[in-house]
C-alpha cells in the first residue's frame, strides 16, 4: 500500500545537539502537525551504546531507521521525524520505507556551536565525546535529495518561521 503523498512527511536531520528535539516540537505546533523524536524509536541496546560513548555502527542503524521511514509512511496527518539521518544512505532506506515524499530538513551548525549545545544540555543519552563521530559520518543532503538546509545559529523562533516558509514555498 502506497501512503499519500498530500501529507507532509518532514525529517528534521543532522548531527545530535543541533536542535532536532526543541525545533521539531516548535514547528509541529505552528504548524498543527505532530512531532516524534526519533530517538524514542531507537532500540535500548542503541541507546546504551550511546550512553557508554560508543559510536553507533550501520548496523546498529539500519533496523532503526527502518522504523522511522515506516512510521512516516503509517502517518494519517502531518508528521515531523526528528532523526539524525546522517548519510545519504540512511536518508535513501528512510524514503524506501516511507513509500511517499519525504522532505528533509538538515539543521547545520558548526562543530563549536554544537559542542556549546550539546555541553548545556541535561538528561540526554548522548554524551559530547561523540559530536566529532557524528560530523565523520554526516554527509549533508544533495541538491537532488527533497532538502532544505538551514543555520541553527539564529534563536529558536527564527529557525521555525524560515523551515516554515521554506516548507509552505515547496507546497505552493
Same mark, same amino acid.
Given at each position: 500500500m502506497t501512503a499519500s503523498p498530500s501529507i507532509l512527511r518532514v525529517v528534521l536531520m543532522g548531527v545530535a545537539g543541533c536542535g532536532k528535539s526543541a525545533v521539531g516540537a &516548535? @514547528? &509541529?505546533t505552528r504548524l498543527g502537525a505532530t512531532y /516524534?523524536? #526519533?530517538?524514542? @524509536? $531507537? %532500540?535500548? &541496546? *542503541? =541507546?546504551e551504546k550511546m550512553r557508554r560513548g560508543e559510536p553507533l555502527e550501520d548496523a546498529d542503524r539500519w533496523p532503526w531507521l527502518t @522504523? /522511522? #521511514?515506516?512510521r512516516l509512511g503509517a502517518t $494519517? #496527518?502531518?508528521l515531523l521525524l526528528g532523526c539524525s539521518a546522517l548519510k545519504r544512505a540512511y536518508r535513501d532506506l528512510i524514503r524506501a520505507e516511507a513509500d511517499a515524499p519525504v522532505t528533509f530538513v538538515h539543521l547545520s551548525g558548526s562543530r563549536e556551536l554544537i559542542a556549546r549545545r550539546m555541553g548545556a544540555r541535561t538528561g540526554h543519552f548522548m554524551p559530547t565525546s561523540l559530536i566529532d563521530s557524528q560530523f &565523520?559520518? @554526516? !554527509? %549533508? %543532503?544533495? /541538491?537532488? !535529495? *527533497?532538502? =532544505?538546509?538551514v543555520d541553527i545559529d539564529a534563536p529558536l523562533d527564527t529557525i521555525v518561521a524560515t523551515i516554515a516558509a521554506r516548507l509552505q514555498e515547496r507546497q505552493s
Open positions: &516548535a @514547528l &509541529a /516524534v523524536d #526519533g530517538d524514542d @524509536l $531507537h %532500540p535500548q &541496546a *542503541n =541507546i @522504523l /522511522v #521511514g515506516r $494519517h #496527518g502531518d &565523520a559520518t @554526516l !554527509e %549533508p %543532503p544533495g /541538491v537532488d !535529495e *527533497n532538502a =532544505i538546509t
